[in-house]
């Protein structure tokens, strides 16, 4: 079928989103072209491409684009079904929980994070983004459990929706979000064994360099 | 004792909640309807939802999910050889899940944000919705429904605004969607409202106006 299609990847290296997409195509063994973009400087492809929001990540794959990174990573996972399956192709319930973790990393993590760094230390709404960062971590550790995965026995899609996160707990600490060693020592434990598949080791940020990176974007785009 | 069947948790005045009933009753099943009163929600919404704490949730033989599209994609697969929500083809299912997610995420604050301002931030909002159901529109061209000829994931989750929109117009004093403006948008509203199971359950007329009547007063004046 299209699965042996050209795919191209628009990213940008320090995005979460974009390293989920990197991940997936890794763990399905597809190869692919990366471009990456500039997103001072939006490229005619990517707005061609994307013209709703003309943001990365994209996927490009036998003439037409996916965008967003959740829909993306289970495009390829029904694309490319194995090897790795990411979502249960046969547990509805499995599948539906896993969605709905996913899209709490999405509408929870990344807006604490994103108001952790684009807030003034000191006022009351970094103070609240802190604490909501904190409560996003410990209600994740508290989903993960003892198991190995948050797909259970297997690297799955909450896995591969949440990891990209794991390169930022040096940067919450640095921006005082908490320890994570200290507050979700599960998270930190799980990260170290996802860190070990190479689509993750791979994909992942550098966490001190991603931190040079928030620097920059604070400095840009944070609150004066 | 493993409890047995469908029960729904929600509030009759929720769009949410809606799509999760119109998705049970295009496939025939079943279920029992929990109202909740948000101001005052009850024990066991709280225990199958800790999480967000929010409506809708479905309990499916004791199984709890929450998250409202999560919910219907979940309702398609669980009974996939009922009527089907969600297109066959993975390129489109990315395409449907695309549009709900920018529906849920840039209509919807447009439209909330039509409702709780007056004077030139209200204009400003009207603008922003308008450009949204634009968007949304040409997914309608040369079709009956976002679906194709029948009703379909899209519609489930979008649909609500048929009914809700003329109703925010109403409480608001504006205009929103016209047939010279947004054509395709209101012959949709017509033949959505006009679906079997979107009549069965839409909440009185006079009962939803006075309710968001009501909201709007408390948010004009606590913004005052």
Redesign the interface.
Known sequence: MAATEEVTLLDLWASPFGQRCRIALAEKKVEYEYIEQNLADKSELLLRSNP?HKKIPVLL??G?S???SL??V??ID??WPSPSPLLPADD??A???A??WA??VDDKLFDCQTRLWKLKSGEPAHEQAKEDLVQALT?LEA?LGDRDYFGGEAFGFVDVALVPFTAWFHTYEKFGGGVAEELCPRLVAWAHRCKERNSVAMAIADPHKLYDFVLYLKQKFGAK | MAEKGVKVFGMWASPMAIRVEWALRLKGVEYEYVDEDLANKSEALLRYNP??KKVPVLV?DG?P???ST??V??ID??W?DGYPIMPAD??D??QA??LA??AEDKCNAALFAIFVATGEAQRKAVHEAQQCLK?LETALEGKRFFGGDAFGYVDVIVGWIAYWLPIIEEVSGVTVVTDEALPLMNAWFGRVVDVDVVKATLPPRDKLVALNKARREQFLSAAA
């Open positions: 709703v794959h036998a037409r996916i965008c967003e829909l993306i289970e495009y029904e694309t509805p319930y599948r539906a929980r969605r709905f899209r709490y209600t989903e | 999480a967000t499916h199984k999910l929450a998250e999560v919910i994609e979940y697969q669980a996939n993975p390129f299912r990315a899940r695309f997610r920018f968007t």
